[in-house]
């Protein structure tokens, strides 16, 4: 059961007076990350979609827009348009359906497009509203590719450690700079990212 909004609230003031971050420790890389693996493309040239979230909306796409559960679920049909990059962070472990989910991604997709996927791996269950999956670098690449991207075109990242994994058994850890490290340790992975490009039309 989550805690009252009101005790939230508190909680929160006193951790901003203590010198933590808005972001979740376990986040901060795969953000970081991310976001390099997206200027990369130049977002003044996509039409951008995200998937139940709204956390991208600031970039300067050429245009953006958010699909939110419930009112599209992914995993039930494609959206009747194309868009150059689709963004889905933090949604497909909650997924029934993931390989629908992924195969309805692609189909929106324009040809060459991108996917940009994110999914906790060493992180407690959640339930919101339900929490099914979980999938390693090489395990991710995989099921990518299962779902119609060329393998070779799915690139792949990772980061945690056993102090952010042990922060995460209660509440959700808030950075703090001078107190959680951000070294990456490879078997003790929190959080795992794609990039997968769909093939070229020829």
């Not at 933590?20 to 990369?40: A, K, N, P």
């Not at 996927?117 to 992180?123: C, E, H, I, N, Q």
């Not at 058994?169 to 929190?190: D, I, K």
Request: glycine fraction near 4%.
């Amino acid at each position: 059961m989550r805690a009252p909004i009101a005790l939230r609230d508190t909680a929160h003031r006193v951790l901003d007076h203590a010198g933590y971050g808005r972001e979740q420790w376990s986040r901060v890389v795969m953000r970081r990350e991310s976001r390099r693996l997206v200027d990369d493309l130049e977002p003044s040239r996509l039409n951008a979609l995200e998937i139940s979230g709204t956390f991208w909306a600031d970039l300067p796409f050429k245009s953006y827009e958010s699909a939110c559960y419930p009112e599209y679920d992914v995993c039930s049909a494609a959206l009747p348009r194309t868009f150059d990059l689709v963004i889905a962070e933090q949604v497909f472990e909650h997924l029934l359906w993931p390989y629908r989910a992924a195969t309805h991604v692609h189909q929106m997709l324009t040809p060459g497009g991108h996917f940009l996927v994110s999914t906790p791996f060493l992180l407690r269950i959640h339930h919101e509203p339900v929490d099914c999956t979980r999938w390693t670098e090489t395990g991710l690449r995989h099921f990518l590719a299962e779902c119609g991207f060329p393998l070779a075109d799915i690139q792949t990242g990772s980061w945690g450690n056993r102090a952010c994994v042990k922060a995460n058994f209660g509440w959700w850890a808030r950075y703090h700079r001078r107190l959680h490290s951000l070294r990456n340790e490879p078997n003790f992975p929190v959080h795992v990212w794609a990039l997968a490009r769909k093939a070229a039309a020829t």
